[in-house]
């Protein structure tokens, strides 16, 4: 208590003190009053204890407390666990470590599982679809910061995701103890380590499949890959493996003969006396589709352009670009080709122009000197360009900053070579933006050079200047490759071969999944105007095949897209549909979820990884030498702390009360004696 509280309270004995004689004693008219002392004592301290709380002085109050270190137990809850058969061995040291009484009275206990997530859980399930255990220490050193808080980790050793635990370990500030549980006998085991395939193949080419085979063992053996589609072995190769090799790349190149989805399974044969044959077979699906797309290039006359563009269009695989004279082209072949690049058209295109009219497909327009414009501007509302005087211009082009359709090109345009078109004024042009500029001796003008018409529903290319072969020169002159100049082309047909635009529902999910693997679905909705529509409400259905059960799921909106998580679902085919509440547009789809399940792909407890993570290893059945170690090391022994802590007298409730019951006695004793 501070020297000022004294003084103050002194003030208040002697100020307590004249109240109760003055109001009792000194008035003699008071003094004939019965019991006049005991009513001075009465309002002494009455005045007293309210001085007291009015000056509410603070006093210094030691409060002695034990601190016990926290004890955290975290439990793999993966099948891995359950498959090496470390279920039972978890469980037991489990019980043997909550309920052990020297613990409890030594540590604060905190008992956690993991799987691919950390859970607050005392006791695991062992149904967790993957490990990760440097997740879960990660995040267990954030919560747990200080040196004397032990660790002990309950494993099979196996992570199937996220960083090794042993880098996560480093992080955690005090000690952990590793306990392996699970079968640690190394058996011999060939597997399928990795399988890599693109999930996607075109008609009639073959497609590459590398596979990973590795071995586990001393011996020499022998073992085959196969390859099967259905019961059919449509691959084989011959494999061996000894104490010096323990692992062979396989590249295989298989044909694409049909438009679908077809399973593959890669498969080992076992070696003898293998225990974990889950991990030798691996299923793989490949669609094969038929998107090579034919891209007529028309024109009226032959020109170095015609082959520039072929060659870039030929450059992509998906594409395959044909060189046609409209003299030579029939109406009936149009319907052969997905893509239309119309060179300088004249009056001949009339009934090209009427067909794709007709049938709204999309096409580009390329301009230069021997175009009709004349015609052009009657046959079509795209734009006008009018023909002032009978001359030709040369320009170069720029890009425009603001093109936001897609991605351009990195292309300084500026530094290629100029184009030629007929001099003239381009307006009218119809809704869209310009991916090229004219620039006319160093000055940028509003002249189209590349221009997309977007209605929503149809697009057209517009590109206005002939010479694009010296384009192509030049981007090989200057990087010693055509490339830049065949991904500007084949952007510009790629963004008009996109018929997708009116579709206002996209939905985006991969079409293999393996067991046990999150499956998310993401979409995309906007509304009439093309603006993305925050409010819809988007179902999805989902069917299984083989029985045709039905799960029925709701999107969410979040960050600018629709998404869900269907779950670990079983093995099997699966169609879906996805459709707006109160819209008529919905979008199907379909997707496979395999028979591979990564937690059945170890054949033993990783001993050798769980060893790096702490001094000393311990097996399930050395909790009594864990106990010992964790109860003798100093670090972890209770610790006794003194916490000094200023209490003000204001706290001390019952002072009040007393204070009440003092001003109550005094009233009623008064009124009792007839005093007022």
Do not use: C
């Not at 042993?166 to 079968?183: H, T």
Request: hydrophobic residues 40%; proline residues 3%.
């Amino acid at each position: 208590m501070s020297l000022i509280s004294v003084l103050f309270l002194g003030i208040a004995v002697l100020l307590s003190a004249v109240a109760a004689l003055g109001l009792y004693y000194f008035p003699r008219k008071k003094k004939s009053v019965k019991h006049w002392k005991y009513f001075s004592v009465l309002r002494f301290f009455t005045v007293l204890v309210g001085l007291i709380l009015l000056i509410n002085p603070k006093f210094e109050q030691n409060q002695v407390r034990i601190e016990k270190p926290n004890l955290v137990v975290v439990s793999d809850n993966s099948k891995s666990v359950r498959f090496l058969k470390g279920e039972k061995q978890t469980k037991r040291f489990l019980q043997e470590l909550l309920q052990d009484q020297e613990i409890k009275e030594a540590f604060n206990v905190k008992s956690f599982t993991f799987d691919e997530e950390l859970h607050f859980s005392r006791t695991p399930e062992f149904s967790g679809n993957a490990s990760d255990p440097g997740k879960a220490l990660k995040q267990l050193a954030r919560l747990y910061p200080e040196s004397n808080s032990p660790l002990i980790l309950i494993t099979d050793g196996n992570a199937t995701q996220g960083t090794a635990p042993v880098y996560a370990a480093s992080k955690y500030q005090s000690e952990i103890f590793p306990v392996v549980v699970g079968d640690t006998t190394q058996h011999a085991d060939v597997y399928i380590d990795l399988l890599n395939v693109n999930p996607y193949a075109f008609l009639d080419q073959r497609f590459p499949v590398e596979i990973f085979v590795n071995y586990q063992g001393d011996a020499s053996i022998q073992s085959k890959l196969l390859i099967k589609k259905g019961t059919r072995v449509v691959h084989e190769t011959k494999l061996s493996f000894s104490a010096d090799k323990q692992g062979e790349q396989v590249e295989i190149m298989l044909p694409a003969k049909r438009i679908g989805k077809h399973k593959y399974t890669a498969s080992i044969t076992p070696i003898n006396q293998e225990k974990n044959i889950q991990n030798n077979q691996r299923d793989f699906y490949i669609e094969v589709v038929d998107q090579q797309s034919k891209v007529l290039i028309l024109s009226s006359f032959l020109h170095p352009d015609l082959g520039a563009l072929k060659k870039s269009i030929n450059s992509n695989k998906q594409r395959q670009a044909h060189i046609k004279v409209i003299d030579e082209l029939k109406q009936e072949d149009l319907g052969e080709y997905t893509n239309f690049v119309l060179y300088q058209p004249n009056q001949k295109f009339k009934w090209v122009f009427d067909y794709l009219d007709k049938t709204q497909k999309n096409y580009v327009m390329i301009g230069g000197t021997k175009t009709d414009y004349n015609f052009l501007n009657g046959i079509q509302s795209s734009f006008r360009k009018e023909l002032k005087i009978n001359q030709n211009e040369e320009f170069q082009a720029q890009l425009n900053e603001n093109f936001s359709l897609y991605q351009p090109s990195k292309i300084n345009f500026l530094d290629y070579p100029p184009l030629s078109d007929q001099f003239g004024e381009i307006s009218n042009l119809g809704k869209g933006q310009a991916l090229l500029q004219q620039n006319i001796n160093g000055v940028a003008t509003q002249q189209p050079v590349v221009y997309f018409v977007d209605s929503g529903q149809r697009r057209i290319g517009l590109v206005f200047g002939e010479n694009l072969w010296q384009w192509r020169v030049k981007s090989f002159a200057d990087l010693a490759n055509f490339e830049a100049f065949d991904l500007f082309i084949n952007d510009i047909i790629q963004f008009l071969g996109d018929n997708n635009r009116g579709e206002r529902l996209k939905v985006d999910m991969k079409t293999v999944f393996n067991q046990g693997e999150p499956i998310r679905m993401q979409a995309q909705y906007v509304d009439k105007n093309y603006r993305e529509d925050a409010q819809a409400t988007i179902n999805l259905r989902v069917v299984k095949q083989e029985d045709e059960s039905i799960k029925n799921y709701s999107l969410n909106y979040v960050d600018g897209n629709y998404v869900t998580n269907l779950g670990a679902l079983t093995p099997g085919s699966y169609t879906f549909t996805a459709q707006v509440e109160g819209e008529n547009g919905l979008q199907t789809g379909d997707f496979v979820v395999t028979a591979f399940d990564i937690e059945e792909q170890f054949n033993h407890a990783q001993v050798s990884e769980l060893n790096k993570i702490g001094d000393t290893l311990y097996y399930s059945e050395d909790f009594l030498s864990l106990k010992t170690k964790l109860l003798q090391t100093d670090v972890y022994k209770p610790v006794q702390r003194t916490l000094t802590k200023k209490v003000e007298l204001i706290e001390f409730k019952w002072l009040l009360a007393l204070w009440v019951l003092l001003l109550s006695l005094e009233w009623f004793l008064r009124k009792y004696n007839g005093l007022t």
